[in-house]
């Protein structure tokens, strides 16, 4: 295990469509986050976990996303009811020590509604 | 609230030339300051980063950046640019608010090294 992982890489949905985006950090790392990133722009925070426990949600994290991290292992992150407005790149991102270490990100997920 | 800026959407250089990407920050309190590089379709890749000591912080790939107090910023350099340094590229500073530790991006910068 040398890095984090997403799967899928790539998802196209039609819309109205329910998602489910998963990320397995790196073992030892307690703290886990998810961003978005649309085109053009810099990656924005969506949520953070502490091992199992959701700490911080952003206001982008509308009713209709849901994350989860059991056991405080892998992480999912689920969106219902898909929109356009909701294709962009799903990045996952694991620390152990908050920030000093610096921050492993993953390949990310990207999501098309169409 | 902690924010970083990146005054450039595009740099271009030719190869064998040096590489300036800029940064600005504001933070309360003292910074920790990343950059990131991202090739496309492909998540992030760490850099380096200031968190103290020396003002000059060396990094991945011959990238090196100066922190500069006095004038909040945290420009990315490279000696010579290749080519496969042609990829966008993300300050960042963490936020010391609440309890998450988060990163705060800028907008990026899209570096385009011509042969």
């Known amino acids: 295990d040398t890095g984090v992982s997403q799967n899928p890489r790539h998802k196209i949905t039609k819309r109205g469509q329910n998602v489910t985006f998963r990320c397995d950090p790196i073992s030892e790392h307690n703290r886990l986050y998810w961003y978005r990133q649309t085109l053009g722009q810099g990656p924005e925070f969506l949520t953070y976990f502490q091992n199992e426990a959701q700490l911080e949600k952003s206001r982008l994290l509308s009713d209709r996303f849901s994350a989860e991290r059991p056991k405080g292992s892998f992480s999912t992150l689920e969106i219902q009811r898909t929109e356009q407005g909701d294709s962009a790149m799903y990045l996952c991102a694991s620390s152990l020590v908050p920030g000093e270490d610096g921050y492993t990100f993953g390949s990310g997920t990207r999501l098309t509604v169409v | 609230a902690q924010s970083v800026a990146q005054p450039e959407d595009q740099v271009k250089v030719a190869e064998g030339n040096p590489l300036t990407v800029k940064c600005t920050y504001s933070v309360s309190g003292n910074p920790y300051l990343f950059w990131y590089v991202q090739y496309p379709n492909r998540g992030l890749q760490f850099l380096l980063k200031y968190i103290t000591g020396d003002n000059l912080v060396k990094g991945s790939y011959g990238f090196e950046a100066e922190f500069n107090k006095s004038q909040t910023s945290f420009h990315l350099k490279k000696p010579s640019a290749l080519v496969s340094d042609s990829a966008l590229y993300f300050c960042?500073?963490?936020?010391?608010?609440?309890?998450?530790?988060?990163?705060?991006f800028g907008t990026g910068t899209l570096l385009a090294v011509q042969p």
């Open positions: 960042a500073v963490r936020d010391h608010g609440g309890a998450t530790n988060k990163l705060i």
